[in-house]
């Protein structure tokens, strides 16, 4: 079973920055195409963006772009997602998943998921 693990989560202030990784320690990352996915309170699951194996093509939630930049290291066996100009409303319990497609960049297409890392934007 692949094993992803999210780190990098963390109380920012409106317009800071915050830099969340995902590995997956003993699995080759670069097998699969990756997605960041964020719940907030009371809300949907929502895809924020997902990238290919190789990491040449990504994609991201209208509400995110220009704002935040996934990437990968595959020989580092890490994605990441930096995430700049954070807005109270970027609050949420921030998912790393797995999967053989990255588009399309939704919940149900991914294979395995990590457990979470909070990210709370606020003054």
């Known amino acids: 079973q692949l094993q992803l693990v999210e780190s990098g989560g963390g109380l920012v202030q409106p317009g800071g920055s915050l830099r969340l990784s995902c590995a997956a320690p003993g699995f080759t990352l670069g097998l699969y195409a990756i997605g960041w996915f964020r719940q907030a309170a009371g809300k949907e699951r929502e895809g924020v963006s997902c990238?290919?194996?190789?990491?040449?093509?990504?994609d991201y939630g209208d509400s995110v772009k220009g704002r935040f930049t996934i990437s990968r290291d595959n020989a580092k066996n890490t994605v990441y997602l930096q995430m700049n100009s954070l807005k109270p409303e970027d609050t949420a319990i921030y998912y790393c998943a797995a999967g053989n497609l990255f588009r399309p960049c939704v919940p149900s297409a991914m294979d395995y998921w990590g457990k979470g890392t909070l990210v709370t934007v606020s003054s």
């Open positions: 990238i290919s194996t190789s990491g040449g093509t990504t």
